[in-house]
């Protein structure tokens, strides 16, 4: 598919299901290089993929177009002042999937001022249906804004955000939203086995029903109040079930915890800027 060069800097779960997205979707291995201080996952990689492997850094992104930067938010000055020489040399694109890392702190820390896109995917990127917000520093060209696209659509959906700081509020829906299903289907399987079911069975029928809920919703153009309402009948089982979250107002619940998760992500990245 491409003869360019991407260089995935760190080799961890979000390097690893970008690279199978990427690989399925015809890109050649050995157009991907991959550093990582890990022998271990090095060699998996290889011999899944059949990336190039780099122990240095800088050595994987030395003739790279794109770079890939799958660190933990803790490692980002040290790696980015360690490959900004070499990075220097053809000016890449530069992707960042890690949270909380503002682009003004990527570009103070590699030097001048790279194109950076931020990416805030999810979990479900690991088995290539995560939701992935997108926001694009000025200096990113159209073709870079549809070459980041085309990369993060291996392992999902992708929507571009007009301002950074809206990819705060990626993170409190879909970054951190996969838990938030993760708890109501933790509760369900409980109030399954309070009624008497085996938690095996509580636990597979809550997951089932999770999974068809998601592929009504994907499939239908409704909105999901229109959904529910077709499943509620009335005077039924399910309309008195949901008087009772209802009552407890979820859903001003639910925008109080989406705030929370907002007002952290926005204290991460400010102490990350105020420390530049």
């Known amino acids: 598919m491409t003869t360019s060069t991407i260089a995935f800097i760190g080799g961890g779960n979000m390097a690893t299901s970008l690279i199978a997205g990427l690989v399925a979707d015809g890109y050649d291995g050995a157009t991907l290089n991959v550093s990582d201080p890990r022998p271990e996952r090095l060699e998996l ?19 790279a177009d794109t770079l890939l930067l799958c660190l933990k938010p803790l490692q980002a000055a040290e790696v980015c002042r360690e490959i900004a020489a070499a990075a220097a040399v ?11 890392v503002p682009e003004q702190a990527l570009q103070y820390w590699l030097g001048g001022q790279p194109p950076i896109v931020r990416a805030m995917p999810n979990t479900p990127a690991m088995v290539q249906t995560g939701a992935i917000g997108l926001h694009a520093s000025p200096e990113v060209s159209e073709d870079g804004r549809n070459h980041a696209e085309t990369i993060l659509r291996a392992v999902g959906l992708t929507r571009w955000v007009a301002t950074e700081d809206q990819i705060d509020a990626v993170t409190a829906l879909s970054g951190s939203g996969p838990a938030y299903f993760f708890l109501f289907m933790e509760a369900l399987e409980e109030a399954g086995i309070s009624l008497g079911l085996d938690g095996e069975t509580a636990r ?12 009504m919703a994907v499939e239908s153009t409704d909105p999901p109040g229109r959904l529910r309402e077709r499943v509620t009948s009335p ?3 399910t309309e008195r079930a949901l008087e009772h979250l209802l009552k407890a107002d979820l859903h001003a619940l639910m925008k109080r915890a989406a705030r929370a998760a907002h007002h952290r992500a926005g204290e991460i990245s400010r102490d990350l800027s105020e420390s530049l």
């Open 45 to 63: 990689l290889h011999n899944r993929y059949g990336v190039a492997t780099f122990a240095r850094n800088s050595d994987a992104v030395a003739g």
């Open 204 to 215: 597979l029928l809550t997951i089932q029903t999770a999974l068809g809920a998601a592929k």
């Open 90 to 100: 053809r000016s890449p694109l530069v992707i960042s999937v890690m949270a909380g």
């Open 235 to 237: 005077g039924g089982t």
